[in-house]
């Protein structure tokens, strides 16, 4: 087990770097909450998810959705690391001709389940894909993450209660919980708090934990496989920025990209260099 958490940690690293260095490169983008769902997309495809980058359009395979579509960055690195196309792609992110297109396109890039950009959208999608998993009586699980500030669109309770209405026990949603979106702090923007409670009225069993902490992650996924007749929603409270120090906790960065000089300082951060 313990072997298992430093090669999760080692992947979690190599990705944040991935981000950064993507982010520098291409100029525009969105690194906070890239940042912040490292160590949750980690879990997911490094330890918990029924993928193969052979065969990324398995029937059978586990299904992810990025609900929060301008975090593209943390997925585009988690799929190179994984296998799905070579990393020399991540350094063509948003640029003309590239693949690597600044929301995940299902139509270029191998092991995209959905398309997603408009908020509320993704979710609403898992949901659909985890009732047809339903109807065609396979066993795979579709997994969807979700922004703090994606919860002030109401399509995402029109799915959240759909969900619960029909017993998808078969859906696990995240919640990257950071408390910032771009216009400042998710609380004073317009809060749907408490999102732990709200999610219970509608009929979903919810876990709280630490979204940076691997064994807690996957505890709870393995708690959410044993809910029956009910989705999840994983409430990972996490840090906007993480990793990197000028980041973490500030609004600002959640569209900006660095500079090279703070690229440099980031990737010694994240790395561990003195």
Not at 56 to 79: C, E, I, M
Not at 220 to 249: D, H, L, Q, R, Y
Request: with cysteine; net charge negative; charged share 25%.
């Amino acid at each position: 087990m313990e072997k298992d958490m430093q090669n999760l940690k080692e992947i979690a690293k190599q990705v944040r770097k991935d981000i950064v260095t993507m982010l520098t490169e291409s100029g525009s983008g969105h690194p906070g909450g890239s940042l912040s769902a490292v160590e949750i997309l980690t879990t997911l495809y490094f330890k918990e998810m029924n993928i193969n980058s052979e065969e990324p359009q398995n029937p059978d395979r586990d299904r992810f959705v990025l609900s929060k579509g301008h975090a593209a960055p943390v997925l585009y690195s988690t799929l190179a690391q994984k296998g799905f196309f070579d990393k020399d792609e991540l350094l063509k992110l948003r640029k003309m001709g590239s693949m690597l297109q600044g929301h995940p396109n299902m139509n270029y890039v191998p092991g995209i389940d959905m398309s997603t950009g408009s908020l509320g959208q993704g979710i609403s999608t898992a949901v659909g894909m985890a009732i047809a998993g339903k109807l065609d009586k396979k066993d795979y699980r579709v997994y969807a993450l979700l922004g703090d500030g994606e919860l002030q669109e109401g399509q995402v309770w029109e799915a959240a209660m759909s969900a619960a209405h029909y017993k998808l026990d078969n859906l696990t949603a995240f919640l990257d919980n950071n408390g910032l979106q771009i216009d400042g702090n998710v609380e004073d923007v317009l809060n749907p708090g408490p999102v732990d409670e709200k999610f219970k009225a509608f009929g979903w069993h919810v876990i709280n934990v630490d979204g940076h902490d691997f064994e807690a992650l996957i505890n709870a996924i393995a708690e959410a496989k044993a809910i029956k007749e009910k989705p999840t929603m994983i409430v990972c409270k996490t840090v906007k920025g993480k990793g990197v120090s000028f980041m973490e906790n500030e609004a600002g960065w959640h569209g900006s990209t660095p500079s090279r000089e703070q690229c440099d300082q980031a990737l010694k951060e994240i790395g561990g260099e003195e």
